[in-house]
């Protein structure tokens, strides 16, 4: 194993080789806001929110897909990433139809979440108010896809731990969408095994359990890494 | 097949071929304008006139002056007919007769104009001279003796090194050196690797990759061949949008002549190499022609383009060393391999060796397709090939599709290079060159390739999906006169950050019109603003 040397927002760290940056940084207890990352499954580079600057690289490179590398000079919270940090968040909230105060998991929100952190009280681009669809057809589960940022960790979860595949994407640009099965209703996949897992990986409140209320969601983010631990390392217990 | 066979079948056609022939284009251009008909026509007159033992009607590939088709060019008197119709095919048939130029009705093209004469062809070499879908013709003009020559005196560094020597860069685009590319994905490890032509050309108004597969298959071929003789691979694909159906009727006759004369498949010119190609035909998504998510297409999956690195030549098609080249980057490697590279070399500016195709179209008297040497000044493209514009005065000239930019007509003094035009704040790019008139609106303009861009966004990052909407909306707004200077700021800011921070090359560049439009013509985005003093004094009169 062979161990790395880097800077990250000018403290000098040292870290295994094969580590991303957005690892390497938290476990040195700086945070980076990341939105398509999910512990326990693939990284896409997706959202563009872990950007860093990185010396000698004339491009921003994303933390959750960028492996550190001898010398590194990363900034990771500069004004311009803080800036495009938070014209992403206003892009989303623009782009869906995000109602927090009707909202299962209002208070529970990664975006909500990100909006505070990148301080975010409006958005100074219009917003979109697009037609989407709420999808209620499966028995326990519904998906509101006015709160999706398609953010695919639905699609991965559901492909990479539970072995199901039920999600995909359809269409492109502005109609992208998020879509079950062949594009059916939810309800009408066999594939699905209500698992839930889609449920706990979703960062808003576009998927959900049937009969919460308002607030009321509570999600369990730690099942996913444990279902990938105890599958690697053989430890059925937590 | 060994040389000698190769020879004789060169000689064979070249015997066989008719003293007097007629060439009809029946390339994309020509063909949509009737050309199938006007060369039917002339089969059949030439027939009744007893002829058809001395004189041969040829279906050849594109003849370059696009914008006058059908053209039907005859060897002798040596005249080259524009806008042929079917009731001007006995006064051709005539003429030929009487050796000497029609005078009913078809109108014979100025060979001597500049729009020919400042055109130096490599890549179109054989274009509108052979029939591409007889490989016989290929291989009498020379063609696969390059590949003949590399399997068997070269190694392939040899050939990577002449590659790097020619100073060839990728036509796909951004111009990456294609002997660097060549050579890393020489360097990976033996194993499986892979060639790809990427023929996806998405870019609204560029046709040259089009005309090359449609005018000269074998070449792209024989370029792909060669490249996978050099890096190690076995295998290769040329992907190819459905939206280019002769192109790829084209290249499925030559890949199956190619096999039928073992010049594909194993042990090609009795050597240990081996190489086949397979056509993806892809669906025509702009996104499609970004590396990654072309390779993610020949894999099956959904065109998303993935973080790079791992570059292709690392981690490719099926985590494979991948080499992708343009389509017209494969087209120049026969003729490297035959002249060397310090011809090729000799050709063009410092950094930017050859020529490049341009696909010459919008406001302007002749359209068509040029292939000029690089370094050429823009003026002597737009007002001595093209001839200017019918109306007004030209405004500017737009390169690179989406991801480019316009250069005001005061700049075109500039030589045609890929630095050159990057400082210009547009690039190269695959080979659009659209001409604008006075009359055109700039703002119209950057809309134009933003709503394109919007639309061919695949969707997978923030930046693009959205980011485009926004800016398309923006310049909504301005053209109907309803933002303000903040709007204007807006844009801008919101251009910056799409640049900066998508994920693919589409989104990285998508705001390049816009902030290029903004560049030269930003008074025509003033004018259009509220509370502009311009706009107010329209609104008080
Ligand atoms: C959105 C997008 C579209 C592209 N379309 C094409 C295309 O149609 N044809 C092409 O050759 N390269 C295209 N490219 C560039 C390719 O990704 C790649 O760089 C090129 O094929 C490499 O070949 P070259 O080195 O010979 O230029 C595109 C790039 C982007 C980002
Ligand atoms: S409940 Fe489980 S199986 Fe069903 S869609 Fe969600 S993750 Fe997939
Ligand atoms: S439904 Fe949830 S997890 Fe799936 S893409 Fe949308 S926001 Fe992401
Ligand atoms: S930049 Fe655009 S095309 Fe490229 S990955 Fe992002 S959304 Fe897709
Ligand atoms: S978390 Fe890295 S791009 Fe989304
Ligand atoms: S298509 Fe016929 S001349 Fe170009």
Known sequence: MSVKTL??????????????????????????????????????????????????????????VTEVAEGMNIRTNTETLQDYRRTIVELLFAEGNHVCAVCVANGHCELQDLAIEVGMDHSRLPYRFPEREIDVSHDRFGIDHNRCVLCTRCVRVCDEIEGAHVWDVA?????????????????????????????????????????????????????????????????WTR | MDLNELLEIAEKERQRAASVRIRCCTAAGCASSGAEEIKDRLEQSIKDAGLDNTVEVCSVGCMKFCGRGPLVEIDIPGVLYQQVSGDQVEAIVDALKQNKAAESGAT?????????????PIVLENSGKINPERIEE????????????????????????????????????????????????????????????????????????????????????????????????????????????????RLETAIKQAKRLGLMGSQIFDSPFDFKIDIRVGAGAFVCGE????????????????PRPPYPAQSGLWHSPTLINNVETFANIPA?????????????????????????????????????????????IVEKMGGGVPRGEVKAVQTGGPSGGCIPAHLFD????????????????????IVMDTETSMVDVAQFYMEFCRGESCGKCIPCRAGTVQMYQMLTKILRGEATLIDLEQLERVCGMVKATSLCGLGQTAPNPVLSTLRYFREEYLELLKDSPKAQGVASR
Not at chain 2, 291 to 306: D, F, H, K, V
Not at chain 2, 356 to 373: C, D, M, Q, S, Y
């Open chain 2, 414 to 433: 500039t030589p045609v290079e890929y630095d050159s035009l990057i400082q210009l704040g547009t690039m190269m790019g695959s080979g659009g060159m």
């Open chain 2, 336 to 380: 490297i391999v035959r002249e060397g590279a310090d011809w090729f070399a000799s050709i063009g500016t410092e950094k930017s060796k050859g020529t490049k195709v341009f696909a010459l179209t919008g406001k302007i008297r002749n359209t068509g397709l040029i292939e000029v040497p690089m370094g050429i000044a823009l003026r002597e």
């Open chain 1, 171 to 235: 269409y492109r640009g502005a109609a992208l969408k998020v879509v079950t099965g062949l594009n059916q209703p939810w309800g009408a996949v066999d594939a699905c095994t209500s698992c839930g897992k889609c449920v706990d990986a979703c960062p808003t409140g576009a998927i959900f359990r049937k009969g919460s209320t308002v607030a009321e969601m509570e999600r369990d983010r730690d099942r996913l890494e444990f279902i990938v631990n105890a599958r690697k390392d053989h430890q």
């Open chain 2, 108 to 120: 014979p093209l100025d060979r001597e104009h500049p729009f020919f004469t400042l055109q130096q």
């Open chain 1, 7 to 64: 800077t990250i927002d000018g403290v000098p760290i040292a870290i295994e080789e094969g580590t991303t940056v957005l690892e390497a940084a938290r476990q040195n207890g700086v945070h980076i806001p990341t939105l398509c990352h999910l512990e326990g499954i693939s990284d896409v580079g997706a959202c563009r929110l872990c950007l860093v600057e990185i010396n000698g690289s004339p491009k921003l490179q994303p933390a959750c």
């Open chain 2, 291 to 306: 590396e990654t998510a072309l390779m993610q297409s020949i894999e099956g999956g959904r065109g998303n383009p993935r």
């Open chain 2, 138 to 249: 290929y291989i009498a003009v020379g063609g696969y003796q390059n590949l003949y020559h590399v399997i068997h005196d070269m190694s392939p560094d040899e050939v990577v090194d002449e590659v790097t020597r020619s100073g060839l860069r990728g036509r796909g685009g951004g111009g990456y050196p294609t002997g660097l590319k060549w050579a890393t994905v020489a360097k990976m490890p033996e194993g499986q690797k892979y060639v790809i032509c990427n023929a996806d050309e998405g870019d609204p108004g560029a046709f040259m990759d089009r005309s090359v597969l449609e005018s000269d298959p074998h070449r792209i071929i024989e370029g792909m061949a060669i490249a996978a003789y050099a890096i190690g691979a076995n295998h290769g694909y040329i992907y190819v949008r459905a939206e280019y159906p002769l192109a790829i009727k």
